[in-house]
């Protein structure tokens, strides 16, 4: 993947697959400590210990329509190979939460990409669910609530078309006054 707003809403999706109501995305940038964290964390279904222990190989997935399962696998690789690590804690019944972290100046880093577009996408797949976006730079922050969306819109469901161009461009905006990631 290219861009790393693509692994957010691969993991988002998987968050969701799992019956997630709440994901909490931070994307967290200390350009002093040169260090980017990305953290998706669901209350879904969790996985076992023993699957938790094999997330990690491709071949392992839940899907029944393939036999690989390349999103984790690859999002740990992106942090991997940019001097990073990933981290993933679960519990059964309680939620997952997958975080990893990443060189912010490495050269072969991906950029964060279109994030506005990605959860934009997520939230008009998925009006019922709900999203917590935090995206930080050196104290700059910028947080996208959809709970509190949604108790402004008086009955308007949150995936009309005017409702998305609106989040669209509130995200853009935030994003590029408060906290852009370089």
Not at 45 to 56: F, H, K, N, Q
Not at 72 to 93: H, Y
Not at 99 to 105: I, P, V
Request: glycine share 6%.
């Amino acid at each position: 993947m290219r861009e790393l707003s693509m692994h957010i809403l691969d993991l988002a999706q998987n968050s969701i697959a799992a019956g997630a109501s709440l994901i909490e995305i931070d994307v967290i940038a200390d350009t002093v400590a040169d260090t980017l964290a990305i953290c998706i964390q669901d209350n879904g279904s969790g996985m076992s210990s023993e699957y938790a222990r094999r997330v990690l190989d491709p071949f392992t997935t839940t899907r029944t329509t393939r036999r690989v399962g390349m999103g984790i696998p690859m999002f740990a690789q992106a942090a991997r190979e940019c001097e990073g690590d990933i981290e993933i804690t679960t519990e059964k019944g309680l939620g997952t939460k997958i975080e990893a972290k990443f060189k912010l100046s490495h050269i072969d880093r991906a950029p964060l990409g279109d994030v506005a577009t990605t959860l934009m996408t997520l939230i008009a797949a998925n009006p019922d669910i709900d999203i917590l976006y935090k995206q930080a730079c050196d104290g700059r922050e910028f947080v996208l609530d959809t709970r509190e969306i949604k108790s402004q819109l008086d009955g308007v469901s949150i995936n009309e078309n005017a409702v998305l161009k609106w989040i669209v461009q509130y995200i853009s905006e935030g994003l590029q006054t408060a906290a852009a990631i370089p």
